[in-house]
């Protein structure tokens, strides 16, 4: 219901979607994969059309590249002739990468921003671009600020900081402040699936420690059975 009202408001006030808004028209506006996107050029080039599949993370730009494709070589016939098919893998964009989409939008939408804001929005893309923008647009749509608090509370995520104390007591064996911990961010709302997947962005990023990643299926169970009463 809270996200049928979202897009409704869009609608309503006439807002384009900004994944349709910025996505690529041309294949040197695609960001990451330089040899895919250099191959896809030789195609364009040789007017040679292979088969080809094409497979990754969400939102690192499989389904633009064969967009941006398809519109260079078949021109106002594209859209008829191609078919969309998705599928992934283990690669991602950069975080670099994403930022520098994410400020271009910034600009050109007359946004303000703050740095932990932009942090906390590659944080929460994990390398995936769709998202990235879609909570920046979610953020910006509802509190117009991008900044950390806002990101986080916008997009449901737990504190990257509770987390990584969380982690630090489960390295030195300190299970109840680490079930403390875990307790309450889930009586904030926040699922065990929400506490898992974040720390498994931290242990990632912030180089705990390599021995921590053994207890982050702990963390998931530990997460699991700490259910607030009521």
Partial sequence: MEEDSFKNRLLKRNIDIWIEKYRPEFLDEVV??????????????????????????????????I?????????????????ELNASDDRELIDDQVLKRILKICDLENIKYTDDGLDALTFIADGDLRKAVNCLQSTY???????????????????????????????????????????????????PYDISLTSSNVLRRFNIGSEVYKLNFKIGAMACNTTPPG
């Fill in 32 to 65: 990451g994969n330089p040899f895919v996107i250099n191959t896809l050029k030789s195609i364009i080039t040789s007017g040679n059309m292979p088969n080809l599949l094409l497979a990754g993370a969400p939102g690192t730009g499989k389904t633009t590249s």
């Fill in 67 to 83: 967009l941006c494709l398809a519109s260079e070589m078949l021109g106002n016939q594209a859209k008829k002739a191609v078919s």
């Fill in 141 to 191: 749509a509802g509190l117009e600020v991008i900044n950390k608090e806002n990101v986080l509370h916008i997009c449901d995520i737990p504190s990257p900081e509770r987390i990584e104390n969380l982690l630090k007591h489960c390295v030195n064996s300190e299970w109840k402040k680490a079930h403390d911990i875990a307790y309450s961010m889930i009586k904030e709302g926040h699922t």
